[in-house]
T-cell receptor
Framework: LAKTTQPISMDSYEGQEVNITCSHNNIATNDYITWYQQFPSQGPRFIIQ???TKVTNEVASLFIPADRKSSTLSLPRVSLSDTAVYYCLVGGGFKTIFGAGTRLFVKA | DTGVSQDPRHKITKRGQNVTFRCDPI?????LYWYRQTLGQGPEFLTY????????KSRLLSDRFSAERPKGSFSTLEIQRTEQGDSAMYLCASSRSDQGSYEQYFGPGTRLTVT
C-alpha cells in the first residue's frame, strides 16, 4: 500500500480557504485517494474520494495532478467547526491504512 | 439510516479480564471493519468481514483478540486476558460492496481503559 505524507498540523482563520496537500509518490495505477475527517472522541467521517483531476462535493474539493503523486484537499471558507484531524489515504481494497493525519486548527 | 452503533461507549477493566465489544453496522452494509486507535495516531486496521466471513486479519491482532460476525449483521470483538497496552479506542466501520472500498462509515467507538 502506498505511504502518504501530510503536514502534522496547520492553522487557519475563519472564512479562509484551507489547502492540505498529501504526498503519495508510490501510488499504484489502481489506487484511489480518499480523505477522512475526525473530531475528538468520534470515528472518522468520509469527506471525498478521487482518482484523477478534480472532484468536488458539497464540503470539499480534491485536486489530483496528472502524475497522481500528490493530492490537495481544499476546504472553502472554513469555520471553527472544521477544527479536526484530516487523513489522506491511498490504496485499493478493504485494508485501509491511516497515517497520523493533519491537525487543522481554525481560529476566530 | 441510523448509522453505525457501538456498545459500550466506555469500558474500564482490570488487567487480565476479558472484554467484549459489539458493533451494529448500517443495515444494508455487507462489509464490516474493526480498527484500534491510540492517542495522537490514526486508526489501525484490525480485521475485515464480508457478510459473515472474516477475510483479513492484521498481524497486529494477537491470539488474544477474536472477532465474529455470526449472521452477517452485528459483530463482536473480544479481547482475552487484557493488558495495559490494549487501552485504546476501538472503532467499527461498515460499507457496501458496491461502493468504493474506502467509503466507510464509522461508529463512535468504544474506549477501553485497562488498569
Amino acid at each position: 500500500l502506498a505511504k502518504t505524507t501530510q503536514p502534522i498540523s496547520m492553522d487557519s482563520y475563519e472564512g479562509q480557504e484551507v489547502n492540505i496537500t498529501c504526498s503519495h509518490n508510490n501510488i499504484a495505477t489502481n489506487d484511489y485517494i480518499t480523505w477522512y475527517q475526525q473530531f475528538p472522541s468520534q470515528g472518522p467521517r468520509f469527506i471525498i474520494q478521487g482518482y484523477k483531476t478534480k472532484v468536488t462535493n458539497e464540503v470539499a474539493s480534491l485536486f489530483i495532478p496528472a502524475d497522481r503523486k500528490s493530492s490537495t484537499l481544499s476546504l472553502p471558507r472554513v469555520s471553527l467547526s472544521d477544527t479536526a484531524v484530516y487523513y489522506c489515504l491511498v490504496g485499493g481494497g478493504f485494508k485501509t491504512i491511516f497515517g497520523a493525519g493533519t491537525r487543522l486548527f481554525v481560529k476566530a | 439510516d441510523t448509522g453505525v452503533s457501538q456498545d459500550p461507549r466506555h469500558k474500564i477493566t482490570k488487567r487480565g479480564q476479558n472484554v467484549t465489544f459489539r458493533c451494529d453496522p448500517i443495515s444494508e452494509h455487507n462489509r464490516l471493519y474493526w480498527y484500534r486507535q491510540t492517542l495522537g495516531q490514526g486508526p489501525e486496521f484490525l480485521t475485515y468481514f464480508q457478510n459473515e466471513a472474516q477475510l483479513e486479519k492484521s498481524r497486529l491482532l494477537s491470539d488474544r483478540f477474536s472477532a465474529e460476525r455470526p449472521k452477517g449483521s452485528f459483530s463482536t470483538l473480544e479481547i482475552q486476558r487484557t493488558e495495559q497496552g490494549d487501552s485504546a479506542m476501538y472503532l467499527c466501520a461498515s460499507s457496501r460492496s458496491d461502493q468504493g472500498s474506502y467509503e466507510q462509515y464509522f461508529g463512535p467507538g468504544t474506549r477501553l481503559t485497562v488498569t
